[in-house]
């Protein structure tokens, strides 16, 4: 692992997102490695040369001056980078905006794969309307340790009901849903008593990492090289709206609202929790801009 510390001028970035109005990022790079992490095309830009997964920049910022302009704005941390891989028990960048944030009145949004964000619990409830979103797309821990090194799915589990129990609003974040693999109501049925929210998002390919999930589809799971044919080169909905059928009879059953994407309003936590679904990337950022 290549990790070095740089400077930077600011970390609040204004965001493009429709769930936040800022992004913080307090790394560059990501130790989880997940082979399907959108984030990999950072590379293009950052200049290194490094496999994905195998750099960290630790980002040194000064004091955030009048944190209180950021009142009743909300900050998702954690948009190209997990805040709390391993590397933040040591540098505690995460950690350190949290400290710098608290009592401006702004929302934090968190979202993680790492059992590590309990050790910020007491920090993050002080923030108003706090919500973390632990992200979880299988059942299978042998599935998972091909795909990423975060923590274990147990771990995980455990980690959003710790979250849930201290009054964090917390997100079940089944994310990416691999076609085939992922068995969603598996997932649900095992987070549906720790979570807020269940946010269910598709395996969207782009970037170099499509070569690297088609080609690891092809040597292990060689049945499903026509179903990912079909739904990445020939651009078919078909999987996603029989999925989409299929969930939404389901949340019928567990009594659980169901909503699509760009009519949820990620502030609505449910109880039971809501699903919403994020399927249809176009249009829900056609949405955000007209918003």
């Known amino acids: 692992m290549v990790i070095k510390e740089i400077d930077v001028k600011g970390i609040m970035t204004k965001s493009n997102l429709p769930v936040a109005d ?36 630790i980002k040194n910022w000064g004091e955030i001056k009048n944190p209180s302009k950021y009142a009743g704005k909300e900050v998702f941390i954690g948009s190209v980078t997990d805040p709390y891989q ?52 299988t059942v299978d821990e042998e599935f998972r340790k091909e795909m990423d090194r975060g923590a274990t799915i147990e771990k995980r589990l455990d980690t959003m009901k710790q979250l849930y129990d201290a009054g964090i609003k917390t997100t079940c974040f089944i994310s990416p849903i691999f076609p085939g693999i992922t068995d969603v109501e598996a997932i649900i049925d095992r987070a549906k008593d720790r979570c807020n929210l269940v946010w269910l998002e598709n395996l969207n390919l782009r970037g170099d990492y499509r070569v690297v999930i088609m080609n690891w589809i092809h040597e292990n799971h060689p049945e499903l090289d026509e179903l990912y044919h ?6 078919s909905r078909e999987y996603w709206s029989g999925l989409d059928i ?13 909503v699509r ?31």
């Open 22 to 57: 800022f992004s913080v990022n307090p790394y560059v790079g990501c130790s989880h490695a997940c082979k399907y992490c959108y984030a990999s095309f950072m590379k293009r830009f950052t200049d290194h040369h490094e496999p994905w997964g195998e750099f960290i920049d």
């Open 86 to 137: 391993p590397c933040e028990k040591k540098y505690e960048r995460t950690r350190t905006l949290l400290k710098q944030l608290q009592g401006s009145g702004i929302s934090v949004s968190i979202a993680t794969r790492s059992d590590l964000v309990l050790r910020d619990i007491d920090l993050i409830r002080t923030f108003p309307n706090a919500r973390v979103a632990i992200s979880i797309n």
């Open 230 to 235: 079909q739904i990445y080169s020939k651009k």
């Open 246 to 258: 299929q969930l939404r009879e389901y949340a019928r059953k567990n009594h659980m609202p169901y």
């Open 261 to 291: 994407d760009d009519d949820s309003k990620m502030s609505d936590f449910g109880e039971p929790p809501i699903m919403a679904n994020y399927f249809y990337h176009e249009e829900v950022k056609k949405s955000a801009k007209k918003k």
